[in-house]
């Protein structure tokens, strides 16, 4: 009970990493589709 460690920085440390991964993931993803789904989009467009 004396000694009591912390490990409040090493937990933000952690939800930080995961956050980035999460954002990488997410851009990577919409890299990706992101070509198609303005395709589609402009599909509609003109068929309006």
Same mark, same amino acid.
């Given at each position: 009970?004396?000694?009591?460690?912390?490990?409040?920085?090493?937990?933000? $440390?952690?939800? %930080? #990493? /995961?956050?980035?991964? *999460?954002?990488?993931?997410?851009? $990577?993803?919409? %890299? #990706? /589709?992101?070509?198609? *789904?303005?395709?589609?989009?402009?599909?509609?467009?003109?068929?309006?």
């Amino acid at each position: 009970m004396l000694y009591m460690p912390r490990e409040e920085g090493q937990g933000l $440390v952690e939800y %930080a #990493l /995961i956050l980035v991964l *999460v954002a990488v993931v997410v851009i $990577v993803i919409l %890299a #990706l /589709i992101g070509p198609a *789904v303005g395709n589609i989009f402009s599909n509609i467009v003109t068929a309006l």
